[in-house]
């Protein structure tokens, strides 16, 4: 009933077993780690993918710019093969130039490969609104179009040199600045944060002769205006406007060369129409800007790149079918884990299971488990078993050690309250010899009370030691001295010898008592006419104490026994030969305490010798 109460009480619930554990932890560091895979594999999947379309992409405007400067630059297309495969061979992107219908001009793939199905770019230095290319202009065209505004070399010269004034005028207000060069040839003062300051008002450094068109410039100009004069016409508007409206010089800044008052009052910008006509004059200057230019630059060419125009920014997608493959796996890595858990798990929880139902057995029963595995859990088992063994043990001498103290006790008392009963029945008189039997027995009483107490203090560790040098000769004799009569009474010699002059270091009374127990024992052991002989001589760090006697020796299968409590050599327990059975055992704690070693030897019929080794001391006055 108490056993099954018991193990009621100590049933553990489902989720807290152990193998359920496992179990669910298991299972939740798979479905983390396939989560956490699969994520990082379409994260860095997209992110590698849109780090290559964005490499694609700079390599694409990088093509598209490079082959825009060489039709800028060059009347026609015949020169252009070189640049494509340079372009192919740099970016690993094949590269292909036709005319408008389709007639290959340049083309880095082998002969005969097919073109894709569109264009990626139309190539025209002239209407670059399509694309990003640095510093081009707001109507559209390339700034590297210079056609009839390059400026000769003494053109360039006069103006540099103008530059280098307005620089060095700037300079002197605090303001740093460089001097650039346009396609065309003419320098732009800038400052450090790359801000033209050409235009600035400065009374001493604003004297507008930078911004004044050069003569090659005009003539351009004078021809722009020309050209422009039928569409302002047909536009309603004085064909002699003069380039006022933001339609700047090639490769300039911007800025119009002309003052604005002139414009001002040919046409009023601040109303609907006034805006209005802007817009057509602007629009009439540049169709005929494009026209003064087109003779200078390469014709239009349409631009194939790859397998054509790229799509939107991409992302990883799973197919069904490899989000089939995906979860078959993760199915299959879970499935895996559990089985691998639940495998593991059983295995750690058998032994533990065994180890419980030991341990619930009745004390008494000293259960035992079985060792099946040498990891931790067969450790654990090994140290379970072990402990039940030293527990079984140590309940077999308390109930020997409760035995034998009873008995030891019992006879004494037995005696003393045998003869008092008497005595009070007045049977017996209370004469000298019958109290000085009393007294033998208290006496007998009180060394086993003592010994056990001597025994309980060892075990505790509580036995106190007052250690100092003793020289071996001196304890000796007190030792044989002490137990001379005793030994005369028995017919005994009692001899002691040193070699050299050894000293311990020891606790003098204990030595004492631990040799005086060995020297009662050897006497009551040794025959009338017998010796008992106690020597003492060096070994290194160690004294070396013997008590050797001629008694009647003791049985080879008895010598592991001698210091056990209560063991005598004589099974009949018979108070012949007196004694308690302890003071052999507290002769070893006593040496134990010393830091030394308590061995015995004997051969039947010749006698027995007990060994201490003990700890050496420096004699006083030789340190």
């Not at 990082?40 to 490499?55: C, D, F, N």
């Not at 093969?81 to 007639?103: C, E, F, K, P, Q």
């Not at 360039?156 to 303001?175: H, I, M, N, T």
């Not at 006497?523 to 001629?550: C, F, K, N, Y």
Request: hydrophobic share 40%; proline share 7%.
């Amino acid at each position: 009933m108490n056993r099954a109460r018991t193990r009621t009480r100590t049933r553990i619930p489902l989720r807290k077993r152990l193998l359920v554990r496992l179990l669910i932890a298991s299972v939740l560091i798979a479905v983390c780690s396939v989560a956490a895979t699969a994520w990082l594999a379409v994260t860095t999947t997209t992110r590698a993918l849109r780090e290559e379309q964005g490499q694609a992409l700079a390599d694409d405007m990088d093509i598209l710019a490079r082959l825009s400067g060489y039709a800028a630059t060059h009347p026609g297309w015949e020169g252009v093969r070189a640049t494509v495969r340079d372009l192919s061979a740099r970016t690993g992107r094949r590269i292909a130039l036709t005319t408008a219908d389709r007639t290959l001009l340049a083309d880095s793939a082998p002969h005969g490969t097919s073109l894709p199905p569109r264009a990626s770019a139309t190539v025209d230095p002239l209407r670059t609104d399509t694309w990003s290319e640095p510093g081009a202009q707001l109507s559209g065209t390339d700034p590297r179009v210079v056609g009839p505004y390059r400026l000769t070399p003494s053109e360039r010269a006069k103006l540099d040199a103008v530059a280098g004034a307005r620089q060095r005028c700037l300079s002197r207000f605090g303001v740093d600045t460089t001097v650039t060069h346009t396609p065309s040839g003419r320098p732009v003062v800038t400052s450090a944060d790359a801000t033209a300051v050409s235009g600035y008002a400065f009374d001493e450094c604003g004297d507008g002769r930078l911004d004044t068109p050069a003569p090659t410039e005009e003539k351009a100009l004078t021809a722009l205006q020309g050209r422009a004069g039928d569409c302002l016409t047909r536009a309603g508007l004085d064909p002699d406007i003069p380039l006022l409206f933001g339609i700047a010089l090639p490769g300039t800044s911007g800025r119009a060369p002309t003052p604005a008052p002139v414009f001002a009052k040919v046409v009023d910008g601040r109303d609907a129409g006034g805006k209005a006509a802007l817009r057509a004059a602007q629009s009439c200057f540049e169709t005929a800007r494009r026209a003064q230019l087109d003779p200078y630059v390469a014709p239009v060419a349409e631009l194939f790149l790859g397998v054509g125009d790229e799509g939107p920014a991409p992302r990883w997608v799973m197919s069904p079918a490899n989000k089939a493959k995906v979860a078959g796996a993760a199915g299959l890595v879970l499935a895996v884990t559990v089985a691998v858990t639940a495998v593991v798990a059983t295995r750690l929880v058998r032994p533990l299971r065994a180890l419980t139902e030991a341990a619930q057995q009745p004390p008494d029963r000293h259960a035992r488990v079985p060792v099946t595995t040498r990891d931790e859990t067969g450790i654990l088992a090994e140290a379970f078993n072990d402990l039940a063994e030293r527990r079984e043990r140590l309940e077999a001498q308390r109930k020997a050690l409760v035995s034998d103290v009873a008995h030891e006790l019992r006879s004494p008392l037995t005696n003393i309250r045998g003869w008092l009963e008497v005595t009070r029945d007045g049977l017996v008189e209370p004469d000298t010899e019958l109290l000085g039997a009393l007294h033998e027995e208290a006496l007998l009483l009180q060394r086993v009370i003592d010994d056990l107490r001597d025994l309980a203090a060892a075990d505790a560790g509580t036995l106190g030691l007052h250690r100092e040098p003793v020289p071996a000769d001196d304890l000796l004799a007190q030792v044989a001295a002490a137990h001379r009569v005793a030994a005369d009474t028995a017919g005994v010699r009692l001899r002691t010898g040193t070699e050299g002059a050894p000293w311990l270091d020891a606790d003098p009374v204990r030595l004492r008592q631990a040799l005086g127990n060995l020297v009662t024992n050897a006497v009551r052991h040794t025959p009338p006419g017998g010796t008992v002989t106690l020597s003492a001589r060096d070994d290194g760090e160690r004294v070396v104490l013997e008590v050797a006697d001629t008694g009647t020796g003791i049985a080879a299968e008895d010598l592991p026994l001698v210091f056990e409590r209560f063991w005598r050599a004589e099974k009949s327990r018979s108070r012949r030969t007196g004694g308690s059975g302890l003071g052999l055992p507290i002769v070893r704690h006593l040496t134990v305490a010393h830091g030394g070693t308590a061995q015995a030897a004997s051969t039947p019929g010749k006698g027995s010798v007990f060994t201490l080794r003990l700890p050496a001391a420096t004699p006083p006055g030789d340190d």
